[in-house]
């Protein structure tokens, strides 16, 4: 990418989402070190006329970065959000170009953060930029949204700046994750909700003894054996129009007894729910905790939920998201809430998300990799979606 002679980028190039991925991807920026990669960006977007807000979030010197960025200020607001921090390259050696060279290649662009998520913001960048290129005033607003912590623990990120952007009167109508939302082609799927994830934790407490007097002890293995039969013996849920089945998947058991002849005094287990609209933490925890009351009254359960379910019921800008998807690839995509947790769950709690990116078939993996005509499609996408949302 060209730059000017303060080192900023050009203006022409930005509505060329190849050279400006390659310019994002070749500042290494994994979290929790931003890099150089979101005062690039901020560049970028100042010279499209945005106003730029860098929002460092936390405590001490090695802050989480922010970015909150506007065009117009009035409505309707369509918020792109995304990330640019990155994942662990790994073994360097075992990539076939530099991570961060951004190596073009037969078609392909290489890096960390090719699909996760460098080039989901280029291709908006590159959508806005061709939207200012025309020449005619906005109708609405548009503006950025985008965390340097959504591959780590997330504390001082979306969710920080979606408190700041709601205190400044800055919510959006609508909001656009750019997560790589695709299973194998461009156009397969849009994500318009997410499972919600909780984590627990079950502590069995029991009496230790000898193994040949086990009516002098009380075996917490065995009572942890039940807990964990009752809680599986009955699926939560059968799903709903959107969503699939809630499951629950035990992830660990443990007792630490290097003893063969010792009934332990403790054991423990962790599981997973993924759980659907049909539940809430809240509800599922109190579930945990009733049947671990009637099979073993001495357990203890400790839940954290790193994100309740939520589902936007599709409407016009979804509509419009979708339109503009089979205008652009031919395809219509399913609606889904499958796969992991991402930040649209934070964003959920203010106003109505969808998510669409690229293929993520090769993310957090070595030789990272898009297509250069997925890039192009994507933007096409994100231009023409802008159109219909009349904006």
């Not at 310019?23 to 970028?44: E, Y």
């Not at 397969?188 to 000898?210: E, W, Y």
């Not at 129009?241 to 403790?266: H, K, M, R």
């Not at 690229?358 to 898009?370: C, F, K």
Request: hydrophobic share 40%.
């Amino acid at each position: 990418m060209g730059t000017t002679s303060t080192g900023k980028p050009v203006m022409q190039t930005l509505t060329d989402p190849v050279a400006v991925a390659r310019a994002l991807i070749r500042q290494p920026s994994v979290t929790p070190d931003p890099g150089g990669c979101q005062q690039l960006l901020g560049d970028m977007l100042a010279q499209l006329g945005f106003a730029v807000t860098h929002l460092p979030f936390g405590e001490g010197a090695e802050r989480t970065p922010n970015l909150f960025a506007r065009l117009g200020g009035q409505g309707p607001h369509i918020c792109y959000a995304g990330h640019t921090d990155v994942v662990p390259p790994g073994a360097e050696e075992d990539w076939r170009f530099p991570p961060y060279a951004a190596e073009c290649v037969d078609g392909v662009l290489y890096g960390r953060g090719a699909c996760d998520m460098k080039g989901g913001i280029a291709a908006f960048v590159a959508a806005v930029a061709r939207r200012v290129a025309q020449g005619a005033a906005l109708d609405g607003s548009i503006s950025f949204l985008i965390t340097g912590d959504e591959e780590g623990p997330a504390t001082y990120g979306t969710r920080k700046v979606l408190e700041w952007m709601q205190a400044q009167d800055q919510v959006p109508d609508y909001c656009l994750v750019g997560e790589p939302t695709n299973p194998k082609v461009l156009g397969d799927m849009v994500k318009v909700g997410r499972r919600g994830s909780l984590n627990a934790r079950i502590i069995v407490q029991g009496t230790q003894g000898h193994v040949a007097y086990p009516h002098r002890a009380d075996n917490p293995v065995h009572r942890l054996l039940t807990v964990l039969e009752a809680l599986r013996a009955t699926p939560l849920d059968n799903g709903t129009q959107y969503f699939e089945p809630s499951s629950l998947q035990v992830t660990s058991l443990d007792v630490g007894n290097g003893a063969t002849n010792v009934i332990p005094a403790q054991a423990e287990a962790r599981l997973n729910i993924r759980f659907n609209d049909l539940h809430t933490g809240a509800a599922l925890q109190g579930w945990l905790e009733t049947v671990c009351r009637q099979h073993a009254p001495r357990a203890r359960v400790e839940v954290q939920v790193s994100g309740e379910s939520f589902l936007t019921a599709p409407g016009e800008e979804t509509h419009q998201l979708v339109q503009a998807i089979k205008q652009v690839t031919g395809r219509e995509p399913c609606l889904d809430t499958g796969g992991g947790t991402s930040d649209a769950r934070f964003i959920a709690q203010y106003c109505p998300v969808s998510e669409f990116g690229l293929v993520g078939a090769s993310i957090h993996q070595v030789d990272e990799h898009v297509a250069l005509t997925d890039l192009e499609d994507l933007a096409r996408i994100y231009e023409t979606f802008l159109k219909g949302v009349g904006v």
